[in-house]
T-cell receptor
C-alpha cells in the first residue's frame, strides 16, 4: 500500500513563527502536493512538485514556500505564520502522467495563535 | 484551477437509504476521481473513472463518468453509519510542465450524515 506520512497531526504555533510541515512518501512517486482544507472551501492546491528541486505554484501559494531536496520528502514552509493560515494541511503524492490518482497523508491541523 | 461544482453540499439521511451526489464542470475532464474523507483524516480514493460513459462499482458504491465528460455522479446504496464523512470529486488540472503530469482539482465536497 502507498503510504504518505505527515510529521505531525496537530500543531500550535505563534503568529510570526517560521513553521515547517514535513511529508514523506514511500512509493517512489514523482509528484507531491500540498493542499489546504477549510470548511466550505474544499481542498485548495498550495504547491506542487514534479521532481527533486522542482516546484510549481498552485492556486494559493502566497505566504508559503516549499522544499524538495529528496524524492520522498516534500516540505511546506510558512515563513511567518499568521492566524489566517490556521487550517488543515494535506500532503499527497502520485505518479507522473495523466493517470493522476493521488494518495493522501492523514493531515496536519495547524492552529496559529 | 478549473471549478468543480459538487452537490448537494450536505445530506442527512437514515441508515438504509440510498444516496446520490454529483459533480459538474464547465471544462472537459479525461479522469474523474471520487474520494471520501473520514473526520480528522486525509481523503481516501474510492473510485477512479477514465472513460466517458464508464460505470464502475466498488461494493455499495457506484460512480459514472458522464458522456459529455463534464460531469460525474456517485451513488451509495443501503447507507450505513460508517458512510459518514465528506465525499469529494476531483479531476486533473494541467500544470505548467506538461511532462510532470497533473495536479488534482477538487470540488467543495458533500458532507454526509447517516443516522442509525
Amino acid at each position: 500500500d502507498v503510504k504518505v506520512t505527515q510529521s505531525s497531526r496537530y500543531l500550535v504555533k505563534r503568529t510570526g513563527e517560521k513553521v515547517f510541515l514535513e511529508c514523506v512518501q514511500d512509493m517512489d512517486h514523482e509528484n507531491m502536493f500540498w493542499y489546504r482544507q477549510d470548511p466550505g472551501l474544499g481542498l485548495r492546491l498550495i504547491y506542487f512538485s514534479y521532481d527533486v528541486k522542482m516546484k510549481e505554484k498552485g492556486d494559493i501559494p502566497e505566504g508559503y514556500s516549499v522544499s524538495r531536496e529528496k524524492k520522498e520528502r516534500f516540505s511546506l514552509i510558512l515563513e511567518s505564520a499568521s492566524t489566517n493560515q490556521t487550517s488543515m494541511y494535506l500532503c499527497a503524492s502520485s505518479t507522473s502522467g495523466w493517470n493522476t490518482e493521488a494518495f493522501f497523508g492523514q493531515g496536519t491541523r495547524l492552529t496559529v495563535v | 484551477g478549473q471549478q468543480l461544482n459538487q452537490s448537494p453540499q450536505s445530506m442527512f439521511i437514515q441508515e438504509g437509504e440510498d444516496v446520490s451526489m454529483n459533480c459538474t464542470s464547465s471544462s472537459i475532464f479525461n479522469t474523474w476521481l471520487w474520494y471520501k474523507q473520514d473526520p480528522g483524516e486525509g481523503p481516501v480514493l474510492l473510485i477512479a473513472l477514465y472513460k466517458a460513459g464508464e460505470l464502475t462499482s466498488n461494493g455499495r458504491l457506484t460512480a459514472q463518468f458522464g458522456i459529455t465528460r463534464k460531469d460525474s455522479f456517485l451513488n451509495i446504496s443501503a447507507s450505513i453509519p460508517s458512510d459518514v464523512g465528506i465525499y469529494f470529486c476531483a479531476g486533473p488540472q494541467p500544470t505548467l510542465n506538461s511532462n510532470s503530469g497533473y495536479a488534482l482539482n477538487f470540488g467543495k465536497g458533500t458532507s454526509l450524515l447517516v443516522t442509525p
